[in-house]
């Protein structure tokens, strides 16, 4: 059972910056795609960011392109989203996600991930 705990959220100023994590126990994430998705009240889940577990190509929403990077620390088994020049419209619940398989271009669609955490609120406000 793959259980991914996600972290990182807090209240921050437009324009400035966060470090979201997501880890496991129990499994190697390296093994897996890693995802971010995060949902708005009244929203769909939006695919924010996703790192492949094959050959470690990362990919983006337009709306965060240039001002978010995912990474990855195998020693420390852990999957990071650096969020710089935050902006109110990136306010929501925060959810990494995790699936076996390569997803490819399909990386974006909430359906494809067998695996959640529980999410982490980000609030950017003045």
């Known amino acids: 059972q793959v259980q991914l705990v996600d972290s990182g959220g807090g209240l921050v100023q437009p324009g400035g910056s966060l470090r979201l994590s997501c880890s496991a126990s129990?499994?190697?994430?390296?093994?897996?795609?890693i995802a971010w998705f995060r949902q708005a009240p009244g929203k769909e889940r939006e695919g924010v960011s996703c790192?492949?577990?094959?050959?470690?190509?990362?990919y983006y929403a337009d709306s965060v392109k240039g001002r978010f990077t995912i990474s990855r620390d195998n020693a420390k088994n852990t999957v990071y989203l650096q969020m710089n020049d935050l902006k109110p419209e990136d306010t929501a619940v925060y959810y990494c996600?995790?699936?076996?398989?390569?997803?490819?271009?399909?990386?974006?669609?909430?359906?494809?991930?067998?695996?959640w955490g529980q999410g982490t609120q980000v609030t950017v406000s003045s």
């Open positions: 790192i492949s577990n094959s050959d470690g190509t990362t």
């Open positions: 996600a995790a699936e076996l398989f390569a997803l490819g271009s399909t990386w974006w669609e909430p359906s494809k991930y067998d695996y």
């Open positions: 129990g499994v190697t994430l390296g093994h897996y795609a």
